[in-house]
């Protein structure tokens, strides 16, 4: 079943559009990667399905529903988790956590089950009471990234996840993003660490001056470039070399 | 070098140009007027004063301890930024000329603020001792000596320890200063000078200790962003600082407010608004100081309607500083993603302010009760014009 549908959508910033005629979708159980240069237009396209951002034309459909029809249900279908952490300098981790539990209206009991695994999982136990200004890069992306599994649903929206984890917590996220990927979950995940896409995701989406420039398996990308054989680095390399004559040739 | 001398003079340029854009606003404010009132209310009542006093005034000692704790506040000026810990390393053997430049600015900027309380005292001191004028005009010489090694000493103090234990080093040198200051005032020149040059030794040996030892650019960066952070939240009174980050404490003692939003999805803004509310200090200082000041008045302001403009205002000024404070945000947070209605962040703002003005307003009445027989009044005053100020006050906009 499609969780997140994408038509046609146009959009960006300013009125000239950093994206347009976008079209992907990502299905149940489904973890798929958006892969671009920088400036490609990936965290504009996040912007727009979280809907900080308005499309200037098309449409986004998450469970079945625009944001315009159903903001509630459309909010309540995806958590986020942000490139660089945004937290609450005023909020401790266990209020991080008690606020999404009631923002997405989960009861006591849920979070309390939720919030132990989690906090097991990341090795935060000790840390509930403390303020983020004592946390480190890596804690605070993980207070990012427990308050993002804590609601569980349908959809997660993760933006360049890795960095600043150390490598016990990239494990710890992708155990977690595999187990939800088990439960059904879809998970759009952007990233420039190429070689972890290609190993995890089970699609992927290459952006390219705002547009889809391929998707697909590994095996798809591979003839869209007509490289067999090659790795998602090559066909990364190959893509910016495309660009860097496009422009030359200009 | 020269490339060092470049930087810091940038530096300068800048920092004057932000001084200048708000201390703009701090003097064409309307409470500039009300701190003129207040200036000349005190002047008045200070030569008033004069005209009584009596000898036995120990005007000595106050004015040796007040032009103390002046000289002991030298704080450097030292404009370092915190990429300079990464960029400037390579320049460490040229920094000194970096920091005469700074000290040299520090030293001009502040030896006025020695001498200006000092210059106040001196009619105080004419009715009082038997100082003659010139002596007077030496003493100012000496609180600019005084000054320097002020200066000098609590730079050097900070660069050698890397800022451990800086309350050590102002109590050594308000000590040292204030005594100097002591003898200078009641004619004992040679202790006096004595006291001086125990500040001198106080500096070169600190100096020494400071030799070899790297720039603790950490510490002095801390120290220069606490030092624009105090500004800023001086000219916040005045007018808006955009980047003003608000620092946060946890206020345990208040952790019972928190009961006001127990755990369900429509009390998820008033849970969030609450916490920053009190545990930020700007917000919460700023209801604190308005509320002690309604509070103070309500006690001591015996005329009836003056007691009533004066919480009316003040209660007019609180609602309205906490609703804006309360609803502008200038950055992307994540509630804006929340599953709940956009209503409910203005209606949790709203509620906290019914809270905490219903706090003031029984402050104000307790404080009332004994010298106003319309002291409930003075409550439902406080309360109804806190309500209508956050009726009508507009969401602002966002920046």
């Known amino acids: 079943m499609t969780v997140l549908q994408l038509k046609n959508v146009t959009g960006g910033y300013t009125r000239k559009p950093v994206i347009q005629d976008l079209s992907f979708s990502i299905n149940e159980g489904e973890l798929v990667g958006l892969i671009g240069l920088n400036g490609a237009g990936k965290s504009t396209t996040i912007k727009h399905i979280i809907g900080t951002l308005l499309a200037q034309s098309g449409d986004i459909f998450l469970n079945g529903v625009t944001m315009q029809q159903n903001m509630n249900k459309y909010r309540s279908s995806f958590s986020y988790i942000p490139e660089t952490p945004v937290l609450y300098e005023e909020l401790t981790l266990r209020e991080h956590l008690e606020l999404t539990a009631m923002a997405y209206g989960l009861d006591e009991k849920t979070l309390a089950t939720r919030q132990e695994a989690l906090l097991k999982e990341f090795r935060m136990e000790k840390r509930l009471n403390w303020f983020p200004s004592h946390f480190s890069k890596g804690m605070r992306q993980k207070v990012m990234i427990m308050s993002a599994f804590l609601v569980n649903p349908p959809l997660y929206i993760i933006d360049e996840p890795f960095v600043g984890l150390d490598p016990l917590g990239i494990q710890s996220l992708l155990d977690q993003m595999h187990a939800r990927k088990q439960d059904g979950a879809a998970i759009l995940m952007s990233t420039h660490i190429l070689s972890t896409a290609e190993r995890y995701c089970d699609r992927i989406i290459l952006l390219h001056d705002g547009r889809v420039r391929a998707q697909g398996t590994m095996d798809d990308l591979r003839r869209a470039f007509n490289m067999p054989d090659a790795t998602l680095d090559d066909l990364y390399i190959a893509m910016t070399k495309e660009q860097d004559a496009n422009e030359q040739s200009k | ?334 509630d804006q993603l929340f599953p709940v209605p ?16 219903a706090v003031q307003a029984l402050l104000v009445l307790l404080c009332a009760i004994f010298i106003n027989p319309y002291f409930y009044a003075l409550g439902i005053i406080v309360f109804v014009v806190a309500f209508i100020t956050e009726r009508m006050t507009k969401r602002p906009t966002e920046m």
Request: charged fraction near 15%.
């Open chain 2, 1 to 334: 070098m020269n490339s060092l001398n470049d930087v810091w003079t940038k530096r300068f340029t800048h920092y004057v140009n932000e001084l200048q854009k708000y201390m703009r606003f701090i003097f064409t404010g309307h409470i500039a007027i009300v701190l003129v009132f207040i200036v000349g209310a005190g002047g008045y009542y200070y030569s008033e004063w004069l005209k009584t006093v009596d000898t036995s005034f120990p005007a000595e000692l106050l004015v040796a301890l007040l032009v103390g704790v002046m000289l002991m506040m030298s704080k450097p000026v030292t404009l370092l930024r915190e990429p300079d810990q990464v960029y400037l390393l390579p320049l460490e053997a040229h920094m000194p000329q970096f920091f005469k430049s700074a000290l040299r600015y520090t030293f001009l900027s502040k030896v006025a603020l020695s001498i200006v309380p000092y210059v106040v005292t001196i009619p105080m001191l004419k009715a009082t001792t038997d100082l003659t004028t010139q002596q007077m005009w030496l003493i100012v010489l000496a609180i600019v000596v005084l000054k320097w090694c002020n200066v000098q000493g609590e730079f050097v103090y900070r660069y050698a320890n890397r800022g451990a234990n800086v309350w050590l080093d102002y109590v050594v040198r308000f000590v040292i200063s204030a005594l100097s200051m002591y003898h200078f005032l009641t004619q004992d020149v040679v202790f006096g000078v004595l006291f001086m040059a125990i500040a001198f030794v106080y500096v070169t040996s600190l100096a020494k200790n400071m030799k070899g030892k790297p720039v603790p650019y950490e510490h002095f960066v801390k120290v220069e962003q606490d030092r624009m952070m105090s500004f800023y939240r001086f000219a916040n009174y005045f007018t808006d600082v955009p980047h003003l980050r608000g620092s946060v404490r946890r206020r345990a003692y208040l952790n019972f407010m928190y009961k006001l939003a127990p755990f369900q999805q429509k009390n998820t803004h008033v849970y969030l608004v609450l916490r920053t509310f009190i545990r930020t200090d700007d917000h919460f200082y700023l209801w604190l100081r308005l509320t002690a000041i309604s509070a103070v008045a309500a006690a001591f302001v015996d005329l009836w309607w003056a007691a009533t403009i004066i919480a009316g205002v003040l209660s007019f000024a609180t609602a309205y500083q906490m609703k804006i404070a309360l609803l502008t945000i200038n950055s992307f947070t994540m």
């Open chain 2, 342 to 357: 956009e209503q409910m962040r203005e209606a949790a703002v709203r509620k906290v302010i019914y809270v905490f003005m």
